[in-house]
Every structure is written in C-alpha cells, then in structure tokens.
C-alpha cells in the first residue's frame, strides 16, 4: 500500500492505495469522480485526461502513487457556483458531444490548450487534439466549439 | 493491473541501492511507454523505482558549445524551451513531433534513450549532435550507446542523467510519422557543423546509425544535386506491415533532399 497526500478540485484527499493502483482508478473507483473515462488500455484516446499541476495529462498513464503532493483537476471541477466552464458552454453550444464518452478529456484538453495558446489557429487545434478520439466522430463541432470559446 | 511494488527514489543514490536490492527493477520516469507496457504485461516486473521526483534531472544547460538536458526533462519542456529553440531548433522540433500533447507533458527525454525503440525519434538526435548519454556511472557516445532494437550499452544498475550534445551552426529534423501511432517509419536528423556534417537515420532498421558515405559527399558541396542518382541500401532496412524495406528506402531518400534544401542556405 501506499498513502496518496493529493488536492484534488481545490480538496484534499488522503488516501492509502495498492501499489499498483493507476491513477484513473483512484478517481472513480475509490473517489467516485466518475467524470473522467477510460476508453482505451493503449494510451491512444484521451478520455481520461484530467490536469495535474496545471497540464494535461493521460490519467490511465500515471500511478496513483505519483500524483502524491500534486494539484489535480478533473471535469469534476471546472464549473463553479453552478456556472458551466466557458469550454463546456460552447460544447453545448455546439452540439460538440454526440454520446458524451469521449467529452470530459477533451473539455480538459481544450481548458489546457487556451491556457497556454490564447488564440490557436485551427489546424493548431486539431494538432493539440491528436491524443484523442471521439467514436461518434464529431470533430468538426468539436473544433468550432473551441474556437466559439477563443475571445 | 500487473502486480508490482512501488517505490519512490528522490536521489540517484536511493534509486542504484533500490535497483540493488530488487530481483527485477526497473526505473519509472514519464512513464509512457512503462506503463502501457506494463498493462499489457509486455514487462513484468517485481519492482517499480520511480524517480520523477528527482528535480536535478530537470534541467537544461547551456555550456560551451553544448548544451546538457537532464534526463527528466519533457519533450513539451524540451520543445518550449528557450535554450534549445534558439540553440538546436532541430530538436525543439523533433520534441514536438513525439506523441500527443498530452503525451509530451509527461514522457521524458531519458526514458525515450533508455528504452531505445528502433522507431525512437531522440537516438538520431543524439547520435547526430555527436551526443553522449550521461549516466550514473560514465559518459557514453551515442555511437557506443546504441547497440540493437531495445538494446543499449547501459548496465543493470546504471541510471541515465542526461544528454549533452553539441551544439550546430543548423539542423532539422524530418519525420516521416506513421498514420495510426506517430512513431517515425523513417526519420532522419542532419547537423551542420563548420567543418562537418552528421547526419542520423531512425526507425528504418533495428537501430540508429549514420550515413557516412552522404556525410562526406555534403562535407565536400552541401547541395542536394549529390542526391542524383544515390541508391539508399536499404538491406537491413525493417520489412514489416507498416512499410517494405524498399518503400523506407525511398521515404529515407525524400526525407534527406528535404534537410538538405532546407539547410543548405545555413
Ligand atoms: S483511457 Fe487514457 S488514453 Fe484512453
Ligand atoms: S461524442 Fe461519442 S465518443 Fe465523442
């Protein structure tokens, strides 16, 4: 076992976990934050990508044990006092989500890039999206979502 | 998940006795390629030493003529970073050439080296930069560094540091990314020094090596008129699903007219 000191959605958490706990599990097995997917065992769909320490991250690809002392964010925490992130408004603006799988991860990803690139071009937005894949295909919304959130 | 022990090293020295004390170690940096590996049980180990908290591993300096990255540097720091934009822009592009976004935020510049996948994007940048791989216990030259396909000159219970690489008057790097995975089907990293140039070849065979015989055609007239006519020897070149050998031959060739027009007014 191994005890996890972890800040999560701006609270604290202290948890014991097996060894060999991914971090993904401990969100939604042990802490119930459901908002975040597993969609692939490859690395490959991003539907798990939550931040931490501020930059977004694969949390299928990350043991538990690493994220101890670290600021995390999941979807979980984006909106606040009720009001939706400006990211997720424009996903629903837009029809960005078909099934709503693949959602949470690009939301954070989306959240990630526009913090580091204020005004991306598309074909950076579709760069910065490559670690992700949406089933229902739903790109083009996906895409015209963001940019609706660019101001 | 395939059942391991954790431990956390915070110094290379806590790391080397863990290694000692463990019947199979082995080392967790970014993790990235560990530990889909893991999932798949592709590596069992009895022992994981996570060293990513070990911050003096992630630095980049600059030297005379060289710059040293700790090895726990990110291909997203690697490719941001001021140092090697202006110094190497060659490599801050290949940096953002490696995986996804999301990737490149945790996979590091040492895991990448320690893992040497024949498809690996840094050995061609460490063998052209004429790089060493700095470890726990020597410096090594990337040409004696690099041996086969997974396979490099680095001991049971040696931990890599860093790279130092030299720094060049221009290079770039061209990558020829698999459609579906990303990974380089053929790259290629051409360095131009004052009196020479290196060129390095990745993912057509089992692992990085140079083209001397280009090297000294572009030594004497950097110009992509000495590709006329050149026949790439493509006999140990890797066959398989993703691309015949010949068809890596021909990648290999465009890829290398392609530095060549792009370096040759540096
Ligand atoms: S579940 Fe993490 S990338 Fe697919
Ligand atoms: S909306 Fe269904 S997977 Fe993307």
Not at chain 1, 19 to 36: A, H, I, P, Q
Not at chain 2, 36 to 48: E, F, G
Not at chain 2, 177 to 183: I, K
Request: net charge negative; with cysteine.
């Amino acid at each position: 076992m191994v005890k996890v000191n972890v800040n999560i959605n701006n609270q604290a958490y202290s948890e014991d976990v097996e060894d060999n706990t991914l971090l993904v599990e401990l969100l939604r097995d042990k802490l119930s934050l459901t908002g975040t997917h597993v969609g692939c065992d490859t690395s490959q769909c991003g539907a798990c990508v939550i931040h931490i320490n501020g930059d977004s991250v694969k949390s299928c690809t990350v043991l538990a044990a690493q994220v101890n002392g670290k600021e995390l964010t999941t979807v979980e925490g984006l909106a606040s006092q009720g009001q939706l992130h400006s990211i997720q408004k424009s996903f629903q603006n837009n029809h960005a989500l078909q099934c709503g799988f693949c959602t949470p991860g690009l939301v954070m990803s989306a959240v990630d890039l526009l913090k580091k690139n204020k005004s991306p071009t598309e074909s950076e937005i579709r760069e910065w999206f490559e670690g992700h894949i949406c089933r229902c295909t739903g790109y083009k919304n996906i895409i015209k979502a963001v940019q609706e959130a660019i101001t | 998940m395939y059942n391991f022990r954790y431990h956390k090293a915070s110094t290379i020295e806590t790391a080397i006795s863990l290694i000692e004390q463990s019947d199979d170690p082995k080392i967790l940096a970014g993790g990235h390629t560990l530990i889909p590996t893991l999932k798949q049980r592709l590596s069992q180990p009895t022992d994981i030493i996570d060293i990513s908290s070990i911050d003096e591993l992630k630095r980049i300096t600059l030297g005379e003529g060289n710059v040293t990255i700790g090895a726990l540097c990110t291909h997203a720091h690697i490719s941001n970073s001021p140092e090697i934009t202006k110094n190497i822009p060659g490599l801050a592009d290949l940096a953002k050439q490696i995986g996804d976004p999301q990737v490149r935020h945790k996979g590091t510049v040492g895991g990448s080296i320690a893992n040497a996948d024949p498809a690996a994007d840094y050995p061609a940048a460490v063998l052209a930069l004429n790089g060493e791989v700095l470890t726990s216990k020597e410096n090594h030259f990337a040409a004696n560094f690099f041996i086969d396909m997974f396979e490099t000159a680095l001991k049971s219970n040696e931990i890599i540091t860093g790279i130092r690489l030299q720094i060049p008057k221009s290079s770039t790097y061209k990558k020829f990314r698999n459609p579906a995975s990303g990974y380089a089907m053929v790259g290629v990293f051409v360095a131009r020094y004052d009196n020479d140039v290196r060129i390095a070849v990745t993912g057509a065979s089992s692992t990085v090596y140079r083209m001397e015989d280009i090297e000294g055609m572009l030594k004497s007239s950097f110009d992509n008129d000495i590709m006329e006519g050149i026949e790439i020897d493509t006999t140990d070149f890797n066959d398989d699903i993703h691309a015949s050998a010949k068809y890596r031959g021909v990648i290999l060739k465009v890829l290398l007219e392609e530095a060549i027009l792009e370096l040759k007014e540096t």
